[in-house]
């Protein structure tokens, strides 16, 4: 149990922090729906009835939707460009998906090597590429998910003040729903801009994503070990 | 086992190895229960507001 917690340290703490921030923003978003709700001299709703309303289902997925956009960019932009001296970067001149023998696909595959980087054909492809072909279903999910969500409550909030309920390709077009997904865009391209750029000159010693901390500014990843 | 005389960690190692299997298969479950929770809240997420929630 011991060794289990130690091999498997950085996924259990995140997946630790991320359940009690999720119940953290179910209780207090449940209070400012009641709040809101008494200044309209309206009843209060369940804790219940309100995780499971749109109001609060389009607020988680306008952040998951920017989270798994932000991995998905980072993946596919970390193939084809370079950031000299950067940690996140491959080597200058290494942009590209590499060659079979780098990528120990094939016939170039080892011992403990999964067995679908030598399938061949669609199998060996879409093993290659699914880091990125999960990433990206999830971002288009919980994106599809917000687009729902976000109609629901605005579409309920309209109901309220007698207008017309949106559909949802109207809603796709709607200002509400662009201002959601590009608020939170902006913030994570912001992060990863920051982190690449950053950590060119900056250090965190013992951390995966910092060059050691005598590494030349100039070093990128692999040129600082 | 030589290497690990120093640290006196030879033993333990030696007891992880006779069952790498079981370590395996524990990270193998905490992908998929990664997985689930994505896939399960998007499921979620999806299906309340289609019900009319």
Same mark, same amino acid.
């Given at each position: 149990m011991r060794r289990f917690l130690q091999d498997n340290g950085l996924s259990l703490s995140f997946l630790a922090i991320f359940l009690l921030s999720l119940i953290g923003q179910s209780v207090a978003g449940w209070f400012d729906e009641n709040e809101?709700?008494?200044?309209?001299?309206?009843?209060a709703v369940s804790y219940g009835h309100f995780v499971t309303s749109s109001s609060f289902?389009?607020?988680v997925a306008e952040n998951w939707q920017s989270e798994?956009?932000?991995?998905?960019l980072f993946i596919f932009a970390t193939v084809w460009l370079i950031q000299r001296g950067s940690p996140e970067s491959k080597k200058p001149g290494h942009a590209g998906p590499g060659t079979r023998k780098e990528q120990r696909m094939g016939r170039f595959a080892r011992a403990g090597s999964p067995r679908w980087s030598a399938a061949g054909g669609v199998r060996e492809w879409a093993y290659a590429n699914s880091l990125l072909i999960v990433m990206g279903a999830v971002f288009l999910l919980s994106w599809f998910a917000?687009?729902?969500g976000g109609m629901a409550a605005l579409n309920e909030q309209n109901a309220q003040h007698g207008q017309a309920a949106l559909t949802w390709l109207e809603y796709i077009v709607a200002p509400d729903f662009w201002n959601r997904t590009l608020q939170n865009w902006q913030s994570e391209f912001l992060a990863v801009g920051a982190m690449v750029t950053?950590?060119?000159?900056l250090r965190q010693q013992g951390?995966?994503?910092?060059?050691?901390?005598?590494?030349s500014h100039a070093a990128t990843a692999e040129e600082s070990t | 086992m030589t290497d690990d005389a120093d640290t006196g960690r030879s033993d333990s190692r030696a007891a992880h190895a006779e069952h790498p299997s079981m370590h395996d298969r524990a990270r193998f479950i905490l992908f998929w229960a990664w997985m *689930?929770? $994505?896939?399960?809240?998007?499921? *979620?997420? $999806?299906?309340l507001p289609l019900a009319g929630r």
């Amino acid at each position: 149990m011991r060794r289990f917690l130690q091999d498997n340290g950085l996924s259990l703490s995140f997946l630790a922090i991320f359940l009690l921030s999720l119940i953290g923003q179910s209780v207090a978003g449940w209070f400012d729906e009641n709040e809101q709700l008494a200044e309209h001299g309206q009843v209060a709703v369940s804790y219940g009835h309100f995780v499971t309303s749109s109001s609060f289902l389009v607020d988680v997925a306008e952040n998951w939707q920017s989270e798994f956009l932000q991995f998905f960019l980072f993946i596919f932009a970390t193939v084809w460009l370079i950031q000299r001296g950067s940690p996140e970067s491959k080597k200058p001149g290494h942009a590209g998906p590499g060659t079979r023998k780098e990528q120990r696909m094939g016939r170039f595959a080892r011992a403990g090597s999964p067995r679908w980087s030598a399938a061949g054909g669609v199998r060996e492809w879409a093993y290659a590429n699914s880091l990125l072909i999960v990433m990206g279903a999830v971002f288009l999910l919980s994106w599809f998910a917000q687009s729902l969500g976000g109609m629901a409550a605005l579409n309920e909030q309209n109901a309220q003040h007698g207008q017309a309920a949106l559909t949802w390709l109207e809603y796709i077009v709607a200002p509400d729903f662009w201002n959601r997904t590009l608020q939170n865009w902006q913030s994570e391209f912001l992060a990863v801009g920051a982190m690449v750029t950053l950590s060119i000159y900056l250090r965190q010693q013992g951390s995966s994503q910092s060059k050691p901390v005598g590494a030349s500014h100039a070093a990128t990843a692999e040129e600082s070990t | 086992m030589t290497d690990d005389a120093d640290t006196g960690r030879s033993d333990s190692r030696a007891a992880h190895a006779e069952h790498p299997s079981m370590h395996d298969r524990a990270r193998f479950i905490l992908f998929w229960a990664w997985m *689930v929770l $994505i896939f399960g809240g998007l499921a *979620v997420m $999806i299906t309340l507001p289609l019900a009319g929630r």
